[in-house]
């Protein structure tokens, strides 16, 4: 239908244009350069409605992802690699989510005693002045060090590296005292009595070429080494040992290295873990950013179950009627750990079971040799350079 003759033409509105580049808008992006139209200089209570929205998008996915996460192994990844992903929290922001949260309730669930850890040094031997005395004093520290044990949810890896360090240099420390005693009582010179000045003294007792270590009189020396190089090493082991001395003020320390070493050896690991499933599955022709979907996927599984584990531990503590219970839970979690890395490894790969299980015990041999050594590594790293 045409327009009566003198009725004046409707001017369309012109489109909004970026204000980047000028390109038209069709959306609340640029196409061409990809600026958004909302920047932060507008009214505050539209950022904090944007923020709100945004928290409650995120809320509704994490509902939407955890249970098959947990109940469902190789779900969320067959998903992602399907092509369903908006649904579901991305891969990486679930693992950092849930590690972030995990290792949190960790440090506040897991607490040594003060008498809970003993590197000893010797002194609680030195005193001693019969065999009978130092066999009652290391039984009394392995005790302790055992308790310790316990009080640790699980078999993680890299937690207990401390503590059966602790119970060795004890046992050393025991015999070395039994030896001396037993040689003095042959005729050799008395033993020291018990309050010695340096008795009192809270460092350890580390040994270099046969002699107690010093700085100055009886350093670390390495001969192809400079010497600035040499003295950075004496540092080191003069921070490491007083450190070591502190945690037998306070056992926390050493939890407190241990949570704090696990997660960035997690995220180091992680590509690495992703690297061995490429090789085991180098005929499978996926790529490599496949593997590591499946990396992060059972890496936020292995974070929620230990959470859970922590979340039963509560219950039997805070309700010591339902502690069977809590106990039974955490034990079907830590039963179901292995058999859910094993049925997502079979499902995701989707091979015969023979070659699932041999790959998944040589993978999960070599993955766990590997964090133990990363933990260890990065907790004696903290305790030199803390």
């Known amino acids: 239908m045409t327009e009566p003759a003198g009725t004046p033409a409707t001017t369309a509105a012109p489109a909004p244009a970026c204000q980047n580049c000028g390109t038209p808008l069709l959306g609340p992006h640029c196409y061409a350069c990809g600026q958004p139209v909302n920047g932060l200089v507008r009214h505050f209570s539209s950022i904090i409605g944007d923020f709100l929205d945004s928290v409650l998008n995120i809320d509704a996915r994490v509902l939407r992802t955890l249970w098959p996460l947990f109940a469902r192994p190789g779900y969320l990844s067959r998903e992602y690699f399907a092509g369903r992903r908006v649904r579901y929290v991305s891969p990486v922001r679930l693992f950092v989510f849930l590690s972030i949260v995990t290792f949190f309730v960790a440090q506040l669930m897991l607490s040594f005693?003060?008498?809970?850890?003993?590197?000893?040094?010797?002194?609680?031997?030195?005193?001693?002045?019969?065999?009978?005395?130092?066999?009652?004093a290391r039984d009394q520290a392995l005790k302790g060090?055992?308790?310790?044990?316990?009080?640790?949810?699980?078999?993680?890896?890299?937690?207990?590296?401390?503590?059966?360090?602790?119970?060795?240099?004890?046992?050393?420390?025991?015999?070395?005292?039994?030896?001396?005693?037993?040689?003095?009582?042959?005729?050799?010179?008395?033993?020291?009595?018990?309050?010695?000045?340096?008795?009192?003294?809270?460092?350890?007792?580390?040994?270099?070429?046969?002699?107690?270590?010093?700085?100055?009189?009886?350093?670390?020396?390495?001969?192809?080494?400079?010497g600035f190089a040499n003295r950075w090493i004496n540092q080191q082991v003069g921070k490491g040992r007083d450190n070591v001395a502190a945690l037998r003020k306070d056992p926390n320390r050493l939890k407190d290295a241990v949570l704090g070493a696990l997660p960035s050896t997690l995220f180091v690991l992680l590509p690495i873990f992703a690297l061995m499933l490429k090789l085991a599955y180098l005929f499978k022709r996926r790529l490599y950013m496949e593997h590591l979907i499946v990396a992060l996927h059972s890496h936020a599984f292995l974070c929620l179950a230990l959470l859970l584990v922590f979340?039963?531990?509560?219950?039997?503590?805070?309700?010591?009627?339902?502690?069977?219970?809590?106990?039974?839970?955490?034990?079907?979690?830590?039963?179901?750990?292995?058999?859910?890395?094993?049925?997502?490894?079979?499902?995701?790969?989707?091979?015969?079971?023979?070659?699932?299980?041999?790959?998944?015990?040589?993978?999960?041999?070599?993955?766990?040799?590997?964090?133990?050594?990363?933990?260890?590594?990065?907790?004696?790293?903290?305790l030199v350079w803390a």
Not at 113 to 136: H, K, L, Y
Not at 346 to 354: F, L, T
């Open 113 to 136: 005693g003060p008498d809970a850890i003993q590197f000893d040094n010797g002194d609680s031997f030195q005193q001693a002045t019969t065999v009978a005395e130092v066999e009652r």
């Open 311 to 382: 979340g039963f531990s509560a219950l039997g503590r805070a309700a010591p009627a339902a502690a069977g219970f809590a106990r039974a839970g955490e034990g079907l979690l830590f039963a179901w750990m292995p058999l859910y890395l094993l049925l997502m490894q079979k499902r995701v790969y989707a091979q015969g079971w023979i070659m699932t299980v041999l790959k998944y015990f040589v993978l999960g041999v070599c993955y766990l040799v590997l964090l133990s050594l990363g933990v260890a590594f990065t907790v004696l790293a903290s």
């Open 145 to 226: 060090l055992e308790q310790a044990r316990a009080e640790i949810p699980g078999n993680v890896p890299g937690a207990r590296v401390g503590i059966d360090a602790g119970a060795a240099a004890v046992r050393d420390k025991a015999r070395k005292r039994i030896a001396e005693l037993q040689a003095r009582t042959d005729g050799g010179p008395p033993p020291r009595p018990a309050g010695d000045a340096a008795d009192a003294d809270a460092t350890p007792d580390l040994q270099f070429n046969g002699r107690p270590w010093d700085p100055v009189a009886n350093p670390v020396r390495v001969r192809w080494l400079p």
